[in-house]
């Protein structure tokens, strides 16, 4: 099976919504950060995420020395419009 790379772009009107995915893993559990679940009609969803993508980069953050809470800091840092490169 070939490994894709794909890019993300997540854009939302209000900080409020969610993006509609939970993940697993980071530095301090030695894996990967990865896309655990997608809500289904989410902005996730809509984006074409799907479980078991590797989440290689937020924004320009590579995702390989980022402990789980680190992780989830920057994609709240993101604000409204949220960038992922994915590997699936």
Known sequence: MSVLTLEAKLERTDS?????????G?????????????????L???????????ILKIGNTNTDTLRHKEAQNSIIAAGNRLDLLLQR
């Open 26 to 42: 980071g530095k301090d559990f030695s894996s990967p950060l990865t896309i655990q679940r997608v809500n289904p009609g989410s």
């Open 16 to 24: 409020t919504t969610p993006w509609g995915f939970r993940m697993q």
């Open 44 to 54: 996730a969803s809509k984006c074409g995420l799907q479980t078991g993508d590797i």
